[in-house]
């Protein structure tokens, strides 16, 4: 059984306008999105209410730089990362 949060997915890997960030949360709640450059520069934040089970959140990337970012999920449970390329 799934203890905390899993960030499954962010596709497209490189996105350019979007990206999707899929995860799996143990149990509904309350998750700050959040992505920054691999120097922990901050470029996006969003706070929202997510499910119990499987969730999708589509961030808007086209006002973005070039580069590598990490996207990151926290939630009372826990935190999860992924890594992606912005083109």
Do not use: W
């Amino acid at each position: 059984a799934l203890s905390g949060i899993e960030l499954e997915h962010a596709y497209p890997n490189p996105a350019h306008d979007y990206m999707v960030v899929e995860l799996e949360a143990a149990r509904a709640g309350a998750a700050n999105f959040q992505v920054t450059t691999l120097d922990g520069k901050l470029v996006y934040k969003q706070a929202v209410k997510i499910n119990e089970g499987r969730n999708v959140q589509t961030i808007l990337t086209h006002t973005f730089q070039s580069g590598v970012y990490l996207v990151q999920v926290q939630t009372a449970e826990g935190l999860g990362v992924q890594k992606i390329v912005i083109r």
